[in-house]
C-alpha cells in the first residue's frame, strides 16, 4: 500500500469514522458513518483524494478523459483528481435536470463519447453509483471504471453495486474496478 493511500486512511478514520446511531442515504440505519467531505474537503486530505484516485485510474490502465460523478459525494473527489492530474477534466451529475437555465443533468466536462470514470465518496448499496453511470451514459459517455472512496461492505451494499441493475460496476473502496457490460 503506497504511503499516500496508508495515510488518506488515517485521515478517514480520525477525520470522518464517527460510532452511534445514524440514518443512511440508503433508508437504512448504522452504527457508525463515514463522512468523507470533513477528509476531502481537508487541504491534505484533497491532496491525498486526488494522488491515490490519479494513481488508481493510471494503475487500472482506464485511460480516462474525464472523471465524474453523483453531487455531492462526488464534487470534492472530482476537483481533486482533476487539479492533482492537470489532464483528467472533470464533471458533475446532478440528481434531476435543472428546471431553469440550460436544463442540464451533467455539468462541466460534456465531451459526448469520452471515457470516463465514476467517483463517489461512500458506496452502501451503489445507487447513486449506479445513477451517474446511467447518467453518464445516457449522455453519451463511454463509462470505463467506477471507484468510491469507502465501501460500506454492507450486506446487500457489494452485490448490488456489483450488479449496478446490469452495469456490472463494482465499487471496493479506493481500490476501483472495471466498468463491464
Not at 5 to 32: H, I, M, P, V
Not at 127 to 154: D, K, N, P, Y
Not at 161 to 173: A, L
Given at each position: ?10 485521515l478517514?478514520?480520525?477525520?470522518s ?7 443512511l442515504?440508503?433508508?437504512g ?5 463515514v ?15 486526488g494522488q491515490v ?5 493510471q494503475?487500472r ?12 459525494g462526488?464534487?470534492?473527489?472530482v476537483?481533486a483528481?482533476?487539479?492533482?492530474t ?15 437555465g440550460t ?13 470516463v ?12 453509483t449506479v445513477q451517474?453511470?446511467?447518467s453518464?451514459r ?11 472512496l469507502?465501501?460500506r ?5 457489494p452485490g ?5 441493475r446490469?452495469?456490472?460496476t463494482?465499487c ?5 474496478e472495471?466498468?463491464?457490460e
Amino acid at each position: 500500500m503506497s504511503s499516500a493511500r496508508q495515510e488518506l486512511l488515517r485521515l478517514l478514520a480520525t477525520k470522518s469514522f464517527r460510532l452511534g446511531e445514524f440514518k443512511l442515504a440508503s433508508g437504512g440505519t448504522s452504527d457508525y458513518y463515514v463522512d468523507c467531505r470533513t477528509t476531502t474537503l481537508d487541504a491534505r486530505g484533497a491532496q491525498l483524494t486526488g494522488q491515490v484516485f490519479a494513481e488508481e485510474i493510471q494503475r487500472r490502465g482506464w485511460n480516462a478523459q474525464a472523471i465524474g460523478g453523483l453531487t455531492m459525494g462526488a464534487d470534492p473527489i472530482v476537483v481533486a483528481v482533476a487539479v492533482t492530474t492537470g489532464s483528467l477534466h472533470g464533471f458533475l451529475v446532478r440528481k434531476a435536470e435543472k428546471q431553469h437555465g440550460t436544463g442540464q443533468r451533467i455539468e462541466g466536462f460534456r465531451g459526448a463519447g469520452a471515457r470516463v470514470v465514476i467517483v463517489d465518496d461512500v458506496c452502501t448499496t451503489g445507487s447513486s453509483t449506479v445513477q451517474a453511470i446511467e447518467s453518464a451514459r445516457e449522455f453519451g459517455f463511454e463509462v470505463v471504471g467506477a471507484m468510491c472512496l469507502v465501501e460500506r461492505e454492507e450486506a446487500r451494499g457489494p452485490g448490488e453495486c456489483r450488479e449496478g441493475r446490469g452495469s456490472g460496476t463494482v465499487c471496493d473502496g479506493v481500490h476501483g474496478e472495471r466498468c463491464k457490460e
